[in-house]
Nanobody
């Protein structure tokens, strides 16, 4: 069992930065693949970024070059550094941890709100 808690959201002006954190409790977190998703009001949940157990990242085209995902397995934490934020980045951001082999081990956090507005 893995529990995830996101933090770091808030209100920021366009062009600003925020750093989101996803802290996990539970064992063997280092093998889990962790994704960040976001969901804006009235829109479907959208994949943002992924980091594998060994730290390899992947990004959606919409955030490539602006967002950086990283993990610290010693601290059971995955971060999402967001820079040059745009109003279109406004959404609730969720982290998801999924075991690469045991597909039923898939966990979500409660989300953290990011609002980009002047």
């Amino acid at each position: 069992q893995v529990q995830l808690v996101e933090s770091g959201g808030g209100l920021v002006q366009p062009g600003g930065s925020l750093r989101l954190s996803c802290v996990a409790s539970g064992s063997s977190f280092n093998v889990y693949v962790v994704d960040w998703y976001r969901q804006a009001p009235g829109k479907q949940r959208e994949w943002v970024a992924t980091v594998t157990g060994d730290g390899s990242p992947a990004y959606a085209d919409s955030v490539q070059g602006r967002f950086t995902i990283a993990r610290d397995n010693a601290k059971n934490t995955v971060s999402l550094q967001m820079t040059n934020l745009k109003p279109d980045d406004t959404a609730a951001y969720y982290c998801n941890a999924r075991h690469p082999i045991l597909l039923n081990r898939n966990y979500w956090g409660q989300g953290t709100q990011v609002t980009v507005s002047s």
